[in-house]
């Protein structure tokens, strides 16, 4: 007797039933599919684009728009700082280092960042071919900058005030394109680098830039660059750069330490000069306690702890996550409830064929074993597909959330976790078929036959 055979002819025989459980069970499991293989790739972008920052100084505002403006460029800068105040910062014993962005402009909506070669470094960026930005407007890009919009190294452009469609272009500035980073992952796949001067300039109104190397700058020595990059135009903070000689660029914030290492035209370009915002790492544990409050209370900056905002952030979204997830597990409850009213209205039809069975040879064992097979069946199918559609919406979603935020998602991943989903689709589809099984096996032969 082929047990697995005959239980999914019984299935058949009950097509509306069973397709009604098999939606109820796709709904469920696809939900919280789709909320798994989100929460995971967010997590994930969040986790990886903090890279070790401690702390982001910047305009005064809101604290969580300053750090998805300069860690994770999906927001608008709280506006710009100015050069004396981002020296104050770099100068202070509590600093290590300091990492200088300014923002401002795109191309195509991809963000041009300014900053020093230690910003490429903090993400661990490897070049793909070409070179690290040296000379004002010069740029290295992203990978994904690269693909979306046809770059090759030696490539001219010109940017555009603001993040969005083009406001006002900087016809007499053009960038061009010296290097192209590695896929990384990471933020700063979809940035735009070059330096600090370059955003300054491109904002003036003097003659054109004719791409000469920065005086006293050198490719190689972030810690010239890096720490004396406060400009400002739009708050671009991170990206995943990391490069080995721009370490050495923010090695100490001492005050002596800096001076001797940075373009002095940089770090004294005069008051009048901006920067969007601070990337700022700790010397010591101290300097968690005492640097935010000492900017929050006396200066005109704010500063933001990116942990403690990010995970503000998470609980925000927790809330609703939550609300979504116990909905799923509802509708996988009902599903479960309407597999087995289908079981047990159908052993009424069955009765007689039950009691044939067993007249067979049948045991009551087999027959218990049947109407299980039939639940589990309705389970897995109904997993399946579930897992199938919370895979091609999330594939979907994953294109319209890079053109709203250049991060990349994908529905062709597979979790652990959904494994244990799979195991709870077996439990629900084992215990709705259990009473059926229960009454199928305890058929009375002679009563059915009499009947």
């Given at each position: 007797m082929?047990?697995?055979?005959?239980?999914?002819?019984?299935?058949?025989?009950?097509?509306?039933?069973?397709?009604?459980?098999?939606?109820?069970?796709?709904?469920?499991?696809g939900?919280?599919?789709?909320?798994?293989?989100?929460?995971?790739?967010?997590?994930?972008?969040?986790?990886?684009?903090?890279a070790?920052?401690?702390?982001?100084?910047?305009?005064?505002g809101?604290?969580?728009q300053?750090?998805?403006?300069?860690?994770?460029?999906?927001?608008?800068?709280?506006?710009?700082?100015?050069?004396?105040?981002?020296?104050?910062?770099?100068?202070?014993?509590?600093v290590?280092?300091?990492?200088?962005?300014?923002?401002?402009?795109?191309y195509?909506?991809?963000?041009?960042?300014?900053?020093?070669?230690?910003?490429?470094?903090?993400?661990?960026?490897?070049?793909?071919?070409?070179?690290?930005?040296?000379?004002?407007?010069?740029?290295?890009?992203?990978?994904?900058?690269?693909?979306?919009?046809?770059?090759?190294?030696?490539?001219?452009?010109?940017?555009?005030?603001?993040?969005?469609?083009?406001?006002?272009?900087?016809?007499?500035?053009?960038?061009?394109?010296?290097?192209?980073?590695?896929?990384?992952?990471?933020?700063?796949?979809q940035?735009?680098?070059?330096?600090?001067?370059?955003?300054?300039?491109?904002h003036?109104?003097?003659?054109?830039?004719?791409?000469?190397?920065?005086?006293?700058?050198?490719?190689?020595?972030?810690?010239?660059?890096?720490?004396?990059?406060d400009?400002?135009?739009?708050?671009?903070?991170?990206?995943?750069?990391?490069?080995?000689?721009?370490?050495?660029?923010?090695?100490?914030?001492?005050?002596?330490?800096?001076?001797?290492?940075?373009?002095?035209n940089?770090?004294?370009?005069?008051?009048?000069?901006?920067?969007?915002?601070?990337?700022?790492?700790?010397?010591?544990?101290?300097?968690?306690?005492?640097?935010?409050?000492?900017?929050?209370?006396r200066?005109?900056?704010?500063?933001?702890?990116?942990?403690?905002?990010?995970?503000?952030?998470?609980?925000?979204?927790?809330?609703?996550?939550?609300?979504?997830?116990?909905?799923?597990?509802?509708?996988?409850?009902?599903?479960?409830?309407?597999?087995?009213?289908?079981?047990?209205?159908?052993?009424?039809?069955?009765?007689?064929?039950?009691?044939?069975?067993?007249?067979?040879?049948?045991?009551?064992?087999?027959?218990?074993?049947?109407?299980?097979?039939?639940?589990?069946?309705?389970?897995?199918?109904?997993?399946?597909?579930?897992?199938?559609?919370?895979?091609?919406?999330?594939?979907?979603?994953?294109?319209?959330?890079?053109?709203?935020?250049?991060?990349?998602?994908?529905?062709?991943?597979?979790?652990?976790e959904?494994?244990?989903?799979?195991?709870?689709?077996?439990?629900?589809?084992?215990?709705?078929?259990?009473?059926?099984?229960?009454?199928?096996?305890?058929?009375?032969?002679?009563?059915?036959?009499?009947?």
């Amino acid at each position: 007797m082929n047990l697995l055979g005959l239980s999914w002819k019984n299935i058949k025989n009950e097509p509306l039933s069973t397709l009604l459980s098999l939606i109820l069970f796709a709904l469920g499991v696809g939900l919280i599919s789709l909320l798994l293989l989100m929460n995971k790739q967010i997590d994930n972008q969040f986790e990886k684009n903090l890279a070790g920052v401690n702390l982001v100084v910047g305009a005064k505002g809101s604290p969580m728009q300053l750090i998805l403006s300069s860690i994770y460029h999906i927001d608008f800068p709280t506006g710009n700082i100015s050069l004396k105040e981002a020296n104050m910062i770099r100068k202070n014993p509590l600093v290590k280092k300091v990492i200088p962005l300014a923002m401002g402009d795109s191309y195509k909506t991809y963000r041009i960042i300014g900053s020093n070669h230690a910003y490429a470094s903090l993400y661990e960026m490897e070049l793909e071919e070409g070179r690290l930005w040296q000379s004002d407007f010069e740029v290295t890009i992203g990978s994904t900058v690269a693909k979306a919009l046809g770059l090759k190294v030696g490539d001219s452009f010109v940017s555009a005030h603001g993040f969005g469609e083009a406001i006002m272009n900087h016809e007499d500035h053009p960038f061009k394109v010296v290097g192209i980073f590695k896929k990384n992952k990471r933020v700063l796949d979809q940035l735009i680098l070059s330096n600090i001067e370059s955003v300054w300039k491109s904002h003036d109104h003097g003659p054109p830039a004719t791409n000469k190397p920065s005086k006293g700058k050198e490719s190689n020595h972030d810690h010239k660059e890096g720490d004396g990059h406060d400009h400002s135009h739009d708050g671009h903070d991170h990206e995943g750069h990391d490069h080995a000689h721009d370490d050495h660029d923010h090695g100490s914030h001492d005050h002596h330490d800096h001076s001797a290492s940075t373009p002095v035209n940089f770090w004294e370009a005069g008051d009048t000069k901006e920067v969007t915002s601070l990337l700022v790492f700790y010397r010591n544990p101290i300097a968690a306690v005492k640097l935010p409050r000492f900017v929050n209370d006396r200066t005109d900056m704010q500063a933001a702890a990116p942990a403690f905002e990010i995970a503000r952030l998470s609980e925000m979204m927790g809330v609703g996550q939550q609300a979504l997830r116990w909905l799923a597990i509802v509708i996988i409850l009902v599903s479960g409830l309407s597999v087995f009213i289908s079981l047990f209205n159908s052993l009424k039809k069955r009765r007689y064929e039950l009691a044939i069975m067993r007249v067979m040879g049948g045991s009551r064992a087999k027959l218990f074993l049947l109407l299980i097979l039939e639940g589990l069946i309705i389970a897995i199918l109904g997993y399946l597909l579930g897992i199938i559609l919370s895979h091609v919406a999330m594939e979907v979603l994953a294109r319209y959330m890079q053109e709203s935020y250049q991060y990349e998602f994908s529905g062709r991943i597979f979790l652990k976790e959904e494994w244990w989903l799979l195991a709870g689709a077996l439990l629900v589809g084992l215990l709705a078929a259990i009473l059926p099984a229960i009454s199928a096996s305890s058929t009375d032969i002679s009563k059915t036959l009499s009947k």
